[in-house]
């Protein structure tokens, strides 16, 4: 049996978050419900992946991190610096500020959308 899980994010601002998805973090836009505006539903593609944006009210606040396996943290959030992300100063989560080795055995950095939502890029 065939299955695929597609996360859904929430958003505040569908316009800032596919700006940002597609932007900086590399996704495809795919189709955008309305078209323009607030509350909208998205899908966006990377990799033969896909991921959902919402920014209708029944779902906003609260927060998601979803988790991303790459093949390589360092050549991936160097690929993110150069699209123009800016990684925050954030010396309480050295995560956020470029690739970290956890003790459990994985290479991380986590990059947080203009809604709160974090993206956990892992290397295993």
């Known amino acids: 049996m065939w299955m695929t899980l597609i996360p859904t994010m929430n958003v505040h601002d569908m ?10 973090l590399d ?3 795919g189709w955008t419900n309305p078209p323009e505006g607030d509350p909208a539903y998205a899908s966006l593609f990377r990799n033969g992946h896909e991921l959902h944006l919402s920014s209708y009210s029944g779902r906003a ?10 093949d390589d943290a360092d050549a991936q959030f160097a690929a993110f610096r150069a699209r123009g992300f800016v990684p925050p100063d954030r010396p309480e989560s050295p995560v956020h500020t470029g690739p970290v080795d956890q003790s459990w055995g994985t290479r991380e950095f986590y990059i ?7 993206l956990c890029f892992m290397q295993r």
Do not use: C, M
Not at 15 to 24: K, L, N, R, S
Not at 61 to 70: E, K, M, P, S, Y
Not at 112 to 118: A, I, K, Q
């Open 27 to 29: 996704f495809e836009p």
């Open 112 to 118: 947080d959308d203009p809604s709160g939502n974090t």
């Open 15 to 24: 316009a800032e978050a596919v700006a940002f998805y597609t932007g900086i």
């Open 61 to 70: 606040g609260h927060r998601q991190t979803v988790v991303v396996l790459i």
